[in-house]
């Protein structure tokens, strides 16, 4: 199944079937879920969440996306533009995934905190220096 890029300041009210919306304004990309159940998949773009890349024509989205709060329980990746379907996961595996990746987000923000820490406590002592003729 192929999947169309349209870029937009803020997603639109109504979603068409094959059509993934990307606002960096808002750093989202929102599309349907492409087994056709109409389940609306929003992915935050963010380091800790989803990231994607666009070559000019074609958007690929990383990590998989999982529709694991849905029927269907699709999971899948859109790599240039095509929907590259996964197996189903089983209950047991999507906890397992949703456990990991919540360790993962916990880690990525306490690793950003302590780097802003470092800043601050440079920039502080920097300053310092700085004012002292050093």
């Known amino acids: 199944m192929t999947i169309v890029p349209k870029f937009v300041e803020r997603v639109p009210f109504e979603i068409e079937e094959g059509v993934i919306y990307i606002s960096t304004t808002v750093n989202t990309a929102v599309h349907l879920c492409p087994c056709g159940c109409k389940t609306e998949i929003v992915t935050p773009i963010d380091p800790s969440e989803w990231n994607f890349t666009y070559d000019g024509q074609t958007i690929s989205l990383y990590p998989s996306i999982g529709v694991w709060g849905a029927a269907c329980k699709s999971h899948y990746w859109i790599v240039k533009n095509h929907v590259e379907w996964s197996r189903t996961y089983t209950n047991k595996e999507i906890e397992e995934v949703r456990t990991q990746e919540s360790v ?20 502080w002592f920097r300053r310092l220096m700085n004012s002292l003729g050093f």
């Open 104 to 123: 993962e987000n916990q880690n990525y923000y306490n690793q950003l905190k302590i780097e802003e820490s470092q800043r601050s406590d440079y920039s």
